[in-house]
């Protein structure tokens, strides 16, 4: 299943340090086919897609894609990193700057089994509960009934 992400959540591609994009894209699990929503004021942002060497020194001129239209969507299309910068100068420095690591579905998968066998279990607990609570209501009859004689 494609997901779609807005890049910074509700705070959007900004400079102005709310956010920690590096942190916001380690807390996702990005796969091909996904698509990031760049939100912003076009008259202060811009998003450069960069090379792994412009990322690191915040160099724009030479972007491997431009987008400028405040609300861009931009599709995860393959394995690997996607490095994105602000053009504008100092924003990049500020920490407008994210690396998103394209990973392999399988990768994905290993944290799923632990989530699949908790399950079980509680379910289990939650019938043996409510076994629990008949016999004692089948007991507590019996006592009753003896009372009654
Ligand atoms: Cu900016």
């Known amino acids: 299943m494609a997901a779609v992400y807005q890049v910074g959540d509700s705070a959007g591609w900004t400079s102005m340090g709310q956010v920690d994009y590096q942190e916001w894209a380690a807390s996702k699990n990005f796969h091909v086919g996904d698509t990031l929503v760049f939100n912003y004021n076009n008259q202060f942002h811009n998003v450069k897609q960069a090379t792994q060497q412009g990322f690191e020194a915040c160099n724009a001129t030479s972007p491997i894609a431009t987008y ?9 299309e393959k394995l690997g990193h996607f490095y994105f910068i602000c053009g504008y100068p100092g924003h990049c420095q500020a920490g407008q700057k994210i690396d998103i690591l394209v990973s392999s579905p399988t990768s994905s998968l290993s944290p799923a089994p632990s989530t699949q066998t908790s399950e079980p279990s509680v379910a289990s607990s939650l019938y043996f509960r409510y076994n629990l609570s008949w016999i004692l209501g089948v007991l507590l009859a019996f006592c009753l ?4 004689y």
Request: net charge negative; glycine share 16%.
């Open 68 to 76: 400028t239209n405040g609300y861009d969507t931009v599709t995860l």
């Open 145 to 148: 009934s003896g009372f009654a």
